[in-house]
């Protein structure tokens, strides 16, 4: 029987597993929290949480098609019982890594392009060996335990991404998964309220070598202000082998060149000596350097870089993460780049450096939304965007909410135009936009910057 044909789980591992009893006998082909996205043959765990308990939904589950349930009260489906189901979640989740004995872990994380490197490396990762990946941002104390119960057993690569607002998250993530290969892509001011400085920031990430063994490889950014402590981090932990990459030549992985044209960016770059080039879809250095990791970690994995390096020319970024549109408005065509997922200062200052260096022949705006999490130092972080726009070719800049108050004061007249928030901004775009202009759409996930390409999207085809 083939991986494929095979169940996820049957109910007796689910069990054993767990210490849970078993009422019924069934077999899961998938797992869920949401009855929401809940596919028929799911198990559905009950998860109690501040706001909602999962139990109360279990009915709805089995109406959704549910296989079975993880529980921790009595229902007269067909069910697992348990003490608790958070902590069954995490046995689980342990389970799932035991059992996968051909199994090759690679975690990332970091301050910015955690997800879109997590993306990259598993869209070339795939066309070496079957792979399992976080989906969207499952990155979390109960989104990264859902991502390994989801995770067939005989997977030969499995990537995970680990997200963090506080000091202390990645550690049990990272004992979780086991990684072999470590990625940190950046440390910078993202959740800065959140800690007293960037180096505690960084040392919060480092948490990622916590569940590694001493053969691990840790792979770290080579031109980040945070890279000696990552270094200092990793060795303490007894991590065996550190790679870097970056722009600087003594990088073990670094660009040799850049050009840009409608197309994309074609990077040329050294990789421990080998020398390799490839073509991005998505424009930026910060995206060219988080391909060299991607390429890093397939050197650690003794596979084929060349091909690799191949395979990422038909990477495609995801939603809200620099995926670009071409849109025809009453007004003419229009070309959108949908970067609103999240944003914090550096993240942005990349994303007006790519909007700056496309080639483009139509007018460039900067339409961006606040950023959160910023704690005190909100205000001037925002207006510190300045010079970041004013460096670059940025024929307007829309900003909106109350903290890029701050970014549109500091501008000169004329430059900037503010909106309190981004449904009214987008209820002006249609009247701001001409033929042939490029938008660049940014903002914390918070300030619900979809709203713009929402309307975009409504008024053009």
């Known amino acids: 029987m083939t991986d494929t044909q095979k169940p996820l789980w049957t109910s007796e591992e689910i069990a054993a597993y767990t210490n849970g009893a078993a009422n019924g006998s069934f077999v899961a082909n ?30 709805k589950a089995f109406e959704n098609g549910a296989g079975g349930a993880l529980v921790s009260a009595q229902t ?30 690679l975690a990332v994380t970091g301050s910015v392009g955690k997800t879109g490197t997590k993306e990259m490396l598993a869209h070339v990762l795939r066309s070496i060996a079957p792979s399992h990946a976080t989906s969207g941002n499952l990155n979390n104390h109960w989104g990264l335990p859902v991502t390994l ?16 607002s506080h000091s202390g998250e990645i550690t049990p993530l990272s004992r979780l998964v086991k990684p072999d290969i470590a990625i940190i892509t950046w440390v910078a001011a993202a959740h800065i309220e959140f800690f007293n400085s960037i180096e505690a920031i960084a040392r919060a990430k480092a948490e990622i ?57 074609k990077v040329t770059a ?12 998505q424009f930026g250095e910060h995206h060219a350097g988080n391909a060299l ?20 020319e038909s990477f495609s970024p995801v939603k809200g993460r620099g995926n670009m549109m071409s849109l025809s408005c009453k007004s003419g065509t229009i070309t959108v780049i949908d970067e609103t997922y999240n944003a914090s200062p550096i993240a942005t200052k990349a994303a007006v450096n790519v909007l700056g260096t496309i080639p483009h022949k139509g007018r460039r705006i900067a339409v961006l939304g606040d950023m959160l999490e910023l704690g005190n130092e ?84």
């Open 149 to 164: 119960t989801r995770m067939p057993q005989h997977t030969r690569f499995g990537i995970f991404e680990m997200g963090m």
């Open 76 to 105: 007269a489906h067909p069910h697992i019982k348990v003490d608790d189901t958070f902590t069954a979640l995490y046995d689980l989740a342990q389970g799932a890594r035991e059992r996968a004995d051909s199994l090759t872990a």
């Open 270 to 281: 050294s990789i421990l000596d080998e020398k390799v080039t490839f073509t991005l879809k």
């Open 30 to 59: 998938g797992i869920s929290i949401d009855t929401r996205s809940l596919q028929p043959g799911d198990l559905f765990i009950a998860l109690k949480g501040d706001a909602l308990d999962g139990h109360a939904y279990v009915d």
């Open 209 to 265: 070598f916590d569940g590694m063994s001493a053969s691990g490889t840790a792979i770290l950014p080579f031109d980040n202000e945070q890279f000696h402590v990552l270094v200092g981090e990793a060795r303490t932990k007894g991590i065996a082998t550190i790679l870097s990459f970056g722009k600087n030549p003594q990088a073990d992985a670094h660009i040799l060149s850049i050009s840009n044209d409608v197309n994309g960016q």
């Open 378 to 461: 909100a205000g001037a972080l925002h207006a510190g965007l300045s010079s970041a726009i004013q460096s670059n070719p940025i024929d307007k800049v829309l900003c909106c909410g109350s903290l890029m108050k701050n970014l549109h004061d500091t501008l000169p007249d004329g430059l900037s135009d503010h909106f309190p928030d981004s449904a009214a901004l987008a209820d002006a775009i249609p009247s701001l936009i001409e033929t042939d202009d490029i938008l660049m759409v940014k903002g914390s996930h918070g300030s619900h910057m979809e709203k713009i390409i929402e309307k975009l999207s409504k008024i053009c085809s």
């Open 293 to 312: 990791a991607v390429l890093l970690a397939v050197k650690a994995l003794e596979q084929d870089i060349q091909k690799a390096a191949q395979a990422l």
